[in-house]
């Protein structure tokens, strides 16, 4: 889990968005066994992108017993800024093995970006032998797999850098061994998160 990450997130609620940089030093400073052991649950990466809204990016407290909100340090930078989610359950029923992505604050996966839906698709975990699968929730601005648009309602499977569309947002799912190349590469990160962003 990423709680055990001891690191300096810019964000401390773990639904929010987390910066690369902790997870880049991680994969260089651990094997790819030793990535996947601690990072054990599936990621999206998010393209670099000027669309995040500062507004909506709260962060608890450091002192548990403080449940109020702070607005997070966040700079958005000329080209735009590039994030990571675990794809982990958080918030949203623990009865329900599906894992929600949204602008919504009550979201397992938040994405403070005002044309992402409040709830825009969810990820299930996979069945014995089975990949994970994502759906679209019936959302205004469409998902798109791999340029092909997603049906509503109807689960898409999901294999190691399948770029997800998510209105005007491009991310990438990875289990966590594909992801520690990924990070472990400068050229092939800049690859994927790179460009001016929008």
Not at 62 to 86: K, L
Not at 96 to 101: E, M, N
């Amino acid at each position: 889990m990423t709680d055990d990450l001891d690191v300096s997130f810019d964000f401390k609620k773990a639904e929010l968005p987390h910066r690369l940089e902790p997870y880049q030093a991680a994969a260089r400073e651990l094997s790819q066994a030793e990535f996947a052991a601690r990072f054990p649950e599936p990621f999206v990466l998010f393209r670099r992108s000027t669309l995040w809204d500062p507004l909506l990016l709260l962060a608890r407290r450091e002192n548990p017993g403080d449940r109020r909100t702070a607005i997070a340090s966040f700079e958005t930078e000329p080209g735009g800024v590039s994030f990571i989610s675990p794809v982990q359950k958080r918030q949203t029923d623990p009865s329900d093995p599906h894992i929600v992505l949204g602008r919504h604050k009550s979201n397992d996966l938040v994405v403070p970006i005002s044309s992402v839906s409040a709830r825009h698709c969810q990820f299930a975990p996979p069945a014995a032998g089975d990949p994970w699968v994502v759906a679209d929730l019936g959302t205004k601005n469409g998902s798109f797999l791999n340029d092909v648009r997603m049906v509503p309602g109807q689960p898409y499977d999901l294999a190691d850098g399948a770029r997800l569309e998510l209105s005007d947002v491009t991310t990438y799912f990875f289990g966590a061994a594909a992801l520690w190349h990924v990070l472990a590469s400068d050229a092939e990160l800049e690859g994927l998160i790179g460009g001016s962003g929008t």
